[in-house]
C-alpha cells in the first residue's frame, strides 16, 4: 500500500473518531479506527510508529481544538497549549503504532488499543478526553462498563475495528465484528440493578456566567445580583440547593459580604445549599464545596483532589523556574493550587468537581463507600459553547453506569442534566441561566467494578495481548527446525 493511502486511511481514521464525540454521532465510534488499523497494516515497527503519531496527532489536534476558545484569556498560548497536547497524545498512539506494525493482528490490535487508552488516563498528568469509551455515551452498551470499567468498552470497539480491516482482506471474517456490540450489550442487561433506597429533590442552579465575568472582580455586585435573582426561583420543597464550582470570583469563606447571599437564601428556603469556591486556609489555595444550612453553619465538605495540570498546577515549577521560565509561567499561573486530603461521600452524595469526572476512580471510591447518589460540580465556562461541553458531560454517563448511581452534572453555563445507573441520559437542561429542579433515586449496591475496579479488564487486556503476541511468535519460531526435520527425512 503506497504511502498517500496510508495517510488517507490515517487522517480518515482521525476525522471519524473525532466525528463520534459529537452528540448523536457516537455509533461512528464502531467504525473509525477501522481505517487506521488498515494503513498499519504490513508495516513493521518504525514505520508503525510514523503512522501511529501522525494519526494521533491529527486526532488531538481536532480534538482539542476547542481550547481556542481559551484564546481571550491566555492570548497566543492557546495554540501552544493544543499543539503540546496533541504532540503529548501522539506519543501514545506512537507507541501503539510501533506493536500494530509488527503484529496486527485483531486481538493483538485490540488489547494493546485498550491498554495504551488506560496508560493515557493514568497518573497526575493523564487525560481521558478522546478516550472511546466517551463516544458511547448514552447508548446501550455503556452499561457494561459496570463489569469491569471503560476500558472493556474500548477493548470491544477496538476489536470491532480491527475485525473490520481485517475483513477486507478475508471477508469470512466480517460477522465477527458483530460480536463486541452484542457482548456489551448482553453483559449490560446482565448485570443486577441497583437497589433504589429513596428519593431526593435537588435544585440546580446554571447562573450561566460567562469566564470574562467570572475574571472581572468589579462584576461582583452584578454576579451577586444574578445569584438573588436565581435563588429567589428555588422552591422550598427540595432536599439541596446545589451552585457549581468557582460560584463567583471571590473567596467566599474570607470575604464574608459577598457569601450573604448564600446564607440568607439557605435560611429563607430552610434548605441546606453547596456552593462551589475558592478557599485559603494556612496558606493553601484550595478549590472547594462549601456546604450551608439552614441554622448559619458552614463548612467545607470536599476539596478537589485531582488538579487540572498546567490549569491548577505547574508540574515541575521549580525546574521551569531554573529553566528561566518563571515569569513567562507566573503570568498565566501565579500560584499553585493545593489538592483536597479525603475522598468521602457528603452525606448521600458523592462529590466530584469539575475534571475529576473524567476519570473512573474517584466517584468508584466514593461509591464503596456508600454514596447513594453521584454530584459533579463544574466550570465549563472556559470552553464556552464549543462541543467539548458535551464530552465533559457524556463522561457522566460512564461515571453512572460503573457505580450504578444516578450521575448529576450542575455547570456554571451548561451543561446540565443527569444520566441514569445504566447510562442512559434522564435530562439535559437548556444551556441558560435558570433554578432546574428535579427528583432522582438513591441507588445502593456494589458493582463488579465498584468492587474489583479495573483491574479485571486491564489483566484481562494484558493476558490477551501476550497470548496473541506468544502464540504468532511460536510458529514463525518453529518453522526453520521443521524445514530441517523435513529434509533430514528426505
Known amino acids: 500500500m503506497r504511502g498517500f493511502w496510508r495517510a488517507g486511511l490515517a487522517l480518515v481514521g482521525a476525522l471519524l ?65 493544543i499543539f503540546l497536547l496533541s504532540l503529548y497524545g501522539g506519543i501514545f498512539l506512537a507507541a501503539f503504532g510501533t506493536l500494530a506494525g509488527w503484529r496486527s493482528s485483531p486481538l493483538i490490535l485490540a488489547s494493546a488499543w485498550a ?26 452498551f455503556v452499561a457494561a462498563s459496570g463489569l469491569a470499567g471503560p ?18 482482506r478475508k471477508p469470512k471474517i466480517l460477522p465477527l465484528a458483530l460480536l463486541p456490540p452484542l457482548l456489551l450489550w448482553g453483559i449490560g442487561e446482565a448485570l443486577p440493578e441497583p437497589k433504589a433506597v429513596g428519593e431526593t429533590r435537588l435544585a440546580l442552579v446554571q447562573p450561566d456566567i460567562s469566564q470574562a465575568e467570572r475574571l472581572d472582580r468589579t462584576k461582583l455586585p452584578e454576579i451577586l445580583a444574578r445569584y438573588e435573582l436565581l435563588l429567589g426561583e428555588v422552591p422550598e420543597n427540595v432536599d439541596l440547593i446545589v451552585i457549581p464550582e468557582n460560584a463567583t470570583p471571590a473567596f467566599l469563606r474570607i470575604e464574608r459580604e459577598y457569601l450573604e447571599p448564600f446564607l440568607r437564601a439557605a435560611e429563607a428556603k430552610g434548605v441546606p445549599l453547596m456552593v462551589g469556591t475558592a478557599d485559603i486556609e494556612g496558606g493553601k489555595i484550595r478549590n ?3 456546604l450551608l444550612t439552614p441554622d448559619g453553619r458552614e463548612s467545607v465538605v ?25 515569569s513567562l509561567i507566573d503570568q ?63 463522561m ?36 441558560e441561566a435558570g433554578v432546574y429542579t428535579m427528583r432522582v433515586e438513591r441507588l445502593q449496591g456494589t458493582t463488579p467494578f465498584v468492587w474489583a475496579g479495573d483491574y479485571p479488564a486491564l489483566l484481562f487486556a494484558s493476558g490477551l495481548l501476550v497470548f496473541s503476541l506468544v502464540k504468532r511468535a511460536l510458529p514463525w519460531r518453529a518453522r526453520p527446525h521443521l524445514r530441517r526435520s523435513a529434509a533430514n527425512r528426505d
Not at 491498554?115 to 446501550?140: K, N
Not at 470491544?156 to 475485525?163: I, Y
Request: net charge positive.
Open 151 to 168: 476500558w472493556l468498552l474500548s477493548l470491544a470497539v477496538a476489536l470491532t475495528a480491527a475485525l473490520l480491516a481485517q475483513g477486507l
Open 115 to 140: 491498554l495504551i487508552e488506560a496508560a493515557r488516563g493514568a497518573g497526575p498528568l493523564g487525560f481521558t478526553f478522546g478516550s472511546v469509551p466517551v463516544a458511547l455515551a448514552g447508548s446501550p
Open 17 to 81: 473518531l473525532w466525528a463520534s464525540f459529537f452528540p448523536g454521532l457516537g455509533a461512528l465510534v464502531w467504525i473509525a479506527l477501522a481505517p487506521f488499523f488498515l494503513a498499519l497494516q504490513d508495516l513493521g515497527p518504525k514505520r508503525g510508529a510514523f503512522w501511529g503519531f501522525l494519526f494521533g496527532f491529527a486526532f488531538f489536534l481536532l480534538e482539542f481544538s476547542s481550547l481556542l476558545s481559551l484564546r481571550p484569556f491566555i492570548g497566543p498560548m492557546a495554540y501552544g497549549v
Open 396 to 431: 457522566g454517563s460512564l461515571r453512572a453506569a460503573e457505580t450504578g448511581r444516578v450521575c448529576i452534572q450542575v455547570g456554571q453555563t451548561g451543561i446540565t442534566g443527569a444520566w441514569d445507573p445504566k447510562g442512559l441520559e434522564l435530562v439535559r437542561f437548556p444551556i
Open 288 to 290: 472547594t464545596m462549601l
Open 302 to 326: 470536599y476539596a478537589k483532589m485531582h488538579l487540572v495540570p498546567f490549569g491548577e498546577y505547574v508540574p515541575g515549577r521549580k525546574l521551569w523556574e531554573r529553566l528561566g521560565l518563571a
Open 332 to 394: 498565566f499561573l501565579p500560584y499553585d493550587q493545593t489538592p483536597g486530603e479525603r475522598l468521602e461521600p457528603v452525606g448521600i452524595y458523592g462529590v466530584v468537581i469539575c475534571f475529576e469526572s473524567s476519570f473512573p476512580g474517584p466517584t468508584r471510591v466514593l461509591a464503596r463507600k456508600g454514596a447513594e447518589l453521584l454530584l459533579v460540580s463544574t466550570n465549563d465556562a472556559w470552553f464556552g459553547r464549543t462541543r467539548i461541553l458535551w464530552e465533559h458531560y457524556a
